[in-house]
Each structure stands twice: as structure tokens, then as C-alpha cells.
């Protein structure tokens, strides 16, 4: 309401200011000279020239005679210019005469209407406007229109923590604070809270993980044990700590948050089920490493979590198999191999497949993952020959039936190696391309087949099937989707819009 006030008074003294010339003229500072600037120029020089001739007078330096020919000549162009401002002052005259005849109402100044209409819609404005426009409430943010009632809500807050600091006053301001986006001084109010003298609630505490899950992890994890602390059955609480330390790689903390809430969840969580009879198996696993490692126990926890499709855990222990027991072992390179191809390492992995085929015996000796990886490597690099080979020894060892694509990748390794240029080979090439950029840079968010997850489903999306849409949001990204247009080649970009608009939009 102040702020309204102070508006309209400053816009009625901004109006008052312009307007009082124009309805006053009396009152304002006199205009600049309006005369004729001609005949202005012509006094200036008839002055001029009547203080030379009368100068001449005083001149004893100059002969007689010379000073009769300087009068005459002053004298002569003097009578000239006495002329022109004659002729001039009688054609102003005439101007005068021919404009409209001055009288009474002539003479009145007429009122500028349409100067004072707009001033006016000016002030209406200025009364309009602070309805629409807050001041600033916290020290970083603006609340506009749209937050009217928040920021009313949030200046009694404000009033109410400081007239009573308690828990229950701060944690509502906090969460409006939370509301807003103002995180760190949701945060504070948050912490203002927990060191008060009264007890914190589980709440308070989830607020602060929250808070700091884009932050520090690690400090997430560490409110999150409080929460549990002041209210250990409380689902919400188990699970983001579950989430929080398989994050962080706590995996005994993990197991035990997420089998308490499988006990508190009023439904079946069949996901969080799963998680937990896999760390039933890695826990005990990772004590024993932890007390002694071994070759075997370190192979058998990476097993455990490459079968439950976690790629990066299971390599940190293959990783350790092979620089600390034995640097040949055929699993463990082969599978290194694999995730270093997923990660957009072709050459990297193509060495490290070569050398697990060379300690299991033959490229027949890998598995058959990792004998499809090589393949796949050698042709993205354009090695036709040993990609028709171990796309060859592919089929052979699962069987044409079940080698997906692989048949048209052997005709396309095997077109390129024979020197010919037949579309579909390129096409199918094009299209593993596309596959390995996908799967190194959008699986994450969209799903290794597209499926979706954070990213939306594009597997089978009419909207994925549109190359001009695909081919914008690769390149410059949308909403949360970061840009790839400075990551990736163009041949790549190509590549990986044309597989998400022909492989995966195509599906069923």
C-alpha cells in the first residue's frame, strides 16, 4: 500500500512539473530570442559600421586623405545595409499584415489538450502500476504479479520469525523460501531451525538433504541419517537415503536403509526389491575385499553387478582384477572392453577386446557380448575385414536367429571390404554409428533402447520420427537436454538423429 502511495505521488509531481508550462505560461522560464536572425545580422553590422566611421576621427596615425576615402567607404556600405533592414523590417511588416487579424481571442493562448491528455493517461499509469509491481522482498529475488499472495505470505513470515524464532515459524519460512527457488536462504532459515534448543523434525532434515542432493552428496547423506534418526519409520526418509548412499557407494548403508523401507512401504516395490537381494549377495562381498581382497571375490562382486546391468561398478572391480592379480584375465578385459566402447572409446576398446580374445584362446572364446562389441568397434573404425570376421564368428556362435542386426552388418563390413559401394551398407554402418553415439551420450537420460527415464520414450514416438525436431534439440539442446553440437562431429550428429528417427521411432 506505501509503495502505491509513494508512486502516485511521484507521478502527480513528474505531471505537475511538465504540465504547469504549458497551463501556466507565466510561470515558466522565458523562451530563447525569437527575432529575425536576418535582421539581427544586419544591426549587428550597421553598429559595426557606425563605430568604425566614428573612430576615424580619432585615428592621427592616418593621412587626410586616407581617412575621407575609409569614411566615404564606411559611409557608402552603411547607407547599403540602412537599405536592406528598411527592405527587411517592411517585409516582416507585410508578413504580419497578411496573417490572421490579432484580437481578443487571437491573442489567448490556447490550452494544449492533447499534451495534458497524455500526461494524464501518464498518472493513471502510475496509479495502475503498483498493484502489478512488489518491491524486492528477499535480497536476490523480485516477486512479480503472479507471487502477489506468496510474497504477502512470505513478509508475515519474515515478521513472525522475528518476533518468534521457533522451529514451527522457521521451518514455514523456509519452506516458502524452498518455494521460491531461494535455496540458500532456504537453507540458512533451515539451519536457523535445527539450532534452536527445540527438537527438530524428520522434515527439517529431509528439507536439508534435499537442499543439498545437486550439491554435496555427502552432505545429503549426512542429514538424511538425522531424518532417519528422528523418525527411523518414515518411507520417504528410507528410501532418499537408500538412493542417496548407492549413489555414494555406501553400499551397507544402502542396504540397510532400503530393506526398512520395503518393511514401511504401504505397496510392493518390486525395483527397491531387487536392489536389495543384490546387495544381500554384494555386501558380505565387499566387507570380505574390504578386510582382504581376492581374485576371486573381486571377480565374483563384478559379476553381481554386470548381470544386474551396473556396467560402471562392475569394471571398478574387473579394473582392480586386472592391475592387481592377473592383467590378462579374459572376463575382466573383455568387459572392460565393452564399457569402454559404450563410453565412445572405439579404438580403446577394439585393444582391450584384442587382448581378451588373446588370453581366452580365440575371438570363439569371448563372450558373446563382447565378441558383438568387437565387431561393432572394427567397423565403426572402419577395419571392413575384422569386422566381417568377428561378425562371422558372432552368428556362428549364437546363431543367426538370435544376432539381431548382425547379418546386415556382416553384408555391409563385407561390401566395404570387397571395394563396393552398396547403400544399404552404408545405411547399416550409419546406423551402428548412430547406435554407439546414442548409447555414449543420451542413453542415460532416454534409455539404452530408448525407452525413456529422466529423458522422454523414444522408442516408437510419432514425435521421434520427425528428423527436423530430433536434429534441433540435438544441436541445441531443449528444456533440460544439453546442447551436442560443440561435443559431436557433424558426421556423428547425423548419425545419431538418423538412428533415433529411423531405429527408434520405427519401433513397436
Request: proline share 5%.
Amino acid at each position: 500500500m506505501l509503495t502505491g502511495i509513494l508512486i502516485g505521488v511521484l507521478a502527480l509531481i513528474a505531471f505537475l512539473y511538465v504540465a504547469l508550462p504549458l497551463l501556466a505560461p507565466s510561470q515558466a522560464d522565458p523562451l530563447p530570442d525569437d527575432r529575425d536572425p536576418i535582421l539581427v545580422d544586419l544591426s549587428e553590422e550597421r553598429e559595426a559600421l557606425f563605430r568604425a566611421i566614428t573612430e576615424l576621427d580619432a585615428r592621427e596615425d592616418l593621412a587626410a586623405e586616407r581617412r575621407q576615402s575609409l569614411r566615404e567607404r564606411y559611409e557608402a556600405k552603411a547607407a547599403k545595409v540602412l537599405a536592406r533592414i528598411d527592405a527587411r523590417e517592411q517585409e516582416l511588416a507585410a508578413r504580419r499584415r497578411r496573417a490572421p487579424a490579432e484580437g481578443e481571442g487571437a491573442g489567448r493562448r490556447r490550452v494544449p489538450y492533447g499534451a495534458v491528455a497524455v500526461l494524464a493517461a501518464l498518472v493513471a499509469i502510475g496509479a495502475v502500476v503498483p498493484a502489478y509491481v512488489l518491491p524486492r522482498v528477499g535480497q536476490d529475488a523480485t516477486i512479480t504479479t503472479t507471487d502477489l499472495d506468496v510474497a504477502r505470505q512470505l513478509q508475515a513470515q519474515q515478521r513472525a520469525v522475528e518476533q518468534d524464532p521457533s522451529v514451527t515459524n522457521l521451518l514455514a519460512l523456509g519452506d516458502t523460501y524452498l518455494g521460491l527457488q531461494q535455496l540458500d536462504d532456504a537453507e540458512a532459515t533451515y539451519l536457523r531451525a535445527v539450532n534452536t534448543d527445540e527438537p527438530a523434525p524428520a522434515g527439517l532434515y529431509q528439507r536439508l538433504a534435499v537442499i543439498n542432493l545437486q550439491r554435496d552428496l555427502s552432505e545429503a547423506q549426512r542429514w538424511l541419517r538425522l531424518a532417519r534418526d528422528a523418525d527411523p519409520n518414515d518411507p520417504d526418509t528410507l528410501y532418499l537415503l537408500g538412493e542417496v548412499s548407492w549413489a555414494v557407494n555406501d553400499l551397507a548403508t544402502a542396504h540397510d536403509a532400503y530393506t526398512d523401507f520395503l518393511a514401511a512401504a504401504d505397496t510392493a516395490e518390486p525395483m527397491i526389491a531387487q536392489r536389495v537381494a543384490l546387495l544381500d549377495e554384494v555386501v558380505p562381498l565387499t566387507e570380505a575385499i574390504a578386510a582382504e581382497a581376492s581374485q576371486a571375490d573381486l571377480m565374483a562382486l563384478g559379476d553381481l553387478f554386470w548381470q544386474a546391468g551396473e556396467p560402471q561398478r562392475a569394471v571398478e572391480s574387473y579394473f582392480r582384477v586386472l592391475t592387481e592379480f592377473d592383467a590378462m584375465e579374459p572376463v575382466a578385459l573383455a568387459r572392460t572392453g565393452e564399457l569402454l566402447y559404450l563410453a565412445g572409446r572405439a579404438d580403446d576398446a577394439v585393444l582391450t577386446l584384442e587382448r581378451a580374445a588373446v588370453a581366452a584362446g580365440s575371438l570363439g572364446a569371448l563372450e558373446p557380448s563382447g565378441l558383438r562389441t568387437l565387431a561393432d568397434a572394427y567397423l565403426q573404425l572402419g577395419a571392413w575385414e575384422q569386422a566381417e570376421g568377428a561378425y562371422r564368428a558372432y552368428i556362428g556362435q549364437v546363431g543367426e536367429a538370435d544376432a539381431g542386426n548382425a547379418p546386415e552388418l556382416l553384408a555391409a563390413a563385407a561390401a566395404r571390404a570387397s571395394g563396393e559401394a552398396a547403400p544399404e551398407a552404408a545405411d547399416a554402418i550409419d546406423q551402428l554409428v548412430g547406435q554407439q553415439v546414442f548409447v555414449a551420450n543420451c542413453a542415460q537420460c532416454h534409455g539404452l533402447r530408448g525407452e525413456g527415464g529422466v529423458g522422454p520414450q523414444l522408442a516408437g514416438s510419432s514425435r521421434a520420427a520427425n528428423r527436423a525436431n530430433v536434429d534441433d534439440a540435438v544441436r541445441f539442446g531443449r528444456g533440460v537436454m544439453p546442447a551436442f553440437q560443440a561435443q559431436l562431429s557433424p558426421e556423428q550428429l547425423d548419425a545419431v538423429v538418423g538412428y533415433v528417427t529411423g531405429a527408434l521411432a520405427a519401433q513397436q
